[in-house]
């Protein structure tokens, strides 16, 4: 790619907070560095360091971040499994020996590439992590770019992530940041929100629909919050599932109409071979007295039309056993591992589809920030961390002890609470 050099340059580096004139962006910044000699657990993978910001492409824009949203990607991008991002992207001709995480961001467009039209200086944007390259044959024949063979994942696969004072981000990734949202609330939903809205609406003919029973495993994490939320919002009826009492609430505030607490079932893992009459008879009792708990949840003896996964390896013979005739188990991760099993005999008669599904295009982006807008699905941030607790935070992820909801890291923002630019320059820090 040529590079731009951006226009307005400082020799400076500012200190968290400290806003230089819009648009005059310093030579180096601050970022959460992951290194592969740090790879391991998260609490131990990030440290700050000063690095130098990046030129920018002509199609780029350098966003000032004002917070940054934490994912179980870079969980994973700390651990360096399943793959080594800072080795794969080396391999293939990049120069930085680092990672900067962070797949969500909120902030201000601070400068832009020359050919960036979408949007200019000074607007206030939330980030999506969809990148394809502009001039991807498949991108350009108008098909669905999340099938790209250059579509990746911003602040994982690529570098440049919002655990950094500025971005480096494509201009279709910025949407207009809703105004009545704080910049910790708006660096919380995207990338979750994003990702159920594609696995809920973007596999016709098993979308969503009015009165739809829809079963949301993880009803209190990023993506089940997600989930339930627009579910409702297209009139159907999630029903979660959870670990732990205190989580109930949190899911029915949301819309759920029923909770399953997984606590009370023992059948999870992998299936039993067909031909194991005892274990597999065990598991097929414990399967169906989830559904039977699916049902009562419910008040209704139907089963779920479409049913949320990424549980993965501990869950999907149950998704899939008691998925309805003709319906969908859809599947964005393996967060449990990544060998699926199911039991065909019920997957052909019945008609069952088992479809993955990844992040989300531009539109399905626009669809959750509309969402989001209107006050549909609220970002269900729990709790805002400051910079220097990055590593904290994945930690917390790693072991499941992180709160209900989403996560934000206070970047450029010296203190939860504020939504512009201007809020931030007269903030008292
Ligand atoms: N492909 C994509 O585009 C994409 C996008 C977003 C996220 N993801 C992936 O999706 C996964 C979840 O992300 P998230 O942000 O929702 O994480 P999260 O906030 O940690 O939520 C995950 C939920 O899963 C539940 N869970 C944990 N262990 C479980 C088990 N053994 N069986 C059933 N449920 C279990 C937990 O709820 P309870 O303990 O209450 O049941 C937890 O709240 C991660 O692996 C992430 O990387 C993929």
Redesign the pocket.
């Known amino acids: 790619m040529v590079s731009t050099a951006i226009a307005s340059r400082s020799n400076d580096l500012y200190e968290l907070g400290d806003v230089p004139d819009l648009g005059v962006v310093p030579s180096k910044m601050l970022a959460q560095l992951i290194r592969p000699e740090r790879f391991g657990e998260p609490i131990d993978a990030f440290k700050q360091e000063p690095v130098e910001i990046p030129e920018l492409g002509p199609r780029d824009v350098l966003v000032y971040v004002m917070a940054a949203g934490v994912?179980?990607?870079n969980?994973?991008a700390a651990m360096g499994i399943p793959i080594d991002v800072i080795k794969t992207r080396m391999k293939k001709g990049e120069k930085e020996a680092f990672h900067i995480g962070g797949s969500d961001a909120s902030g201000v467009v601070w400068a832009v590439g020359k050919d960036v039209k979408n949007v200019k200086v000074g607007d206030d944007v939330v980030v999506h992590c969809g990148m394809w390259e502009p001039d991807d044959p498949w991108v350009l024949a108008g098909k669905d770019p999340m099938f790209a063979p250059t579509q990746k994942?911003w602040g994982y696969e690529s570098n440049w992530g919002s655990f950094a004072q500025y971005t480096k981000v494509q201009d279709h990734q910025c949407v207009p940041k809703p105004a009545r949202l704080t910049w910790e609330e708006a660096a919380a939903y995207m990338?979750?929100g994003a990702?159920?809205y594609?696995m809920l609406h973007g596999w016709a003919p098993n979308v969503v629909q009015p009165g739809d029973p829809i079963l949301v495993?993880?009803?209190?994490?990023?993506?089940?919050?997600m989930a339930i939320q627009i579910a409702r919002a297209a009139g159907a009826r999630p029903v979660a599932?959870?670990?732990?009492d205190s989580?109930n609430d949190f899911c029915k505030k949301l819309g759920a109409v029923g909770v399953i607490d997984?606590r009370k079932f023992e059948h999870?893992g992998k299936l039993p071979r067909w031909s194991d009459d005892i274990e597999y008879a065990q598991w097929l009792k414990g399967a169906k007295a989830f559904g039977a708990a699916f049902w009562e949840a419910l008040g209704e003896k139907k089963s779920p039309t479409i049913v949320f996964e990424?549980?993965?390896e501990?869950?999907i013979p149950t998704s899939c056993f008691m998925v309805e005739t003709g319906g969908m188990v859809v599947i964005?991760?393996?967060?449990?591992g990544y060998n699926a099993t199911l039991d065909l005999r019920y997957h052909w008669m019945r008609q069952k589809r088992l479809q993955g599904?990844?992040?989300?295009n531009d539109e399905q982006c626009i669809g959750i920030n509309k969402l989001v807008d209107e006050g549909k699905v609220d970002p269900c941030l729990s709790r805002t961390f400051k910079f220097d607790e990055t590593a904290a935070c994945h930690q917390l992820?790693r072991d499941?002890k992180?709160p209900?909801?989403?996560m934000s890291i206070l970047v450029n923002a010296p203190v939860p609470g504020l939504r512009t630019l201007d809020d931030v320059r007269n903030a008292k820090r």
């Open positions: 994912n179980y990607n969980v994973w994942i990338l979750v990702t159920a594609r495993w993880g009803g209190a994490g990023g993506l089940g919050s599932v959870v670990s732990g989580k997984r999870w990424h549980p993965g501990t869950t964005c991760a393996g967060t449990t599904s990844h992040f989300a992820m499941n992180h209900s909801g989403n």
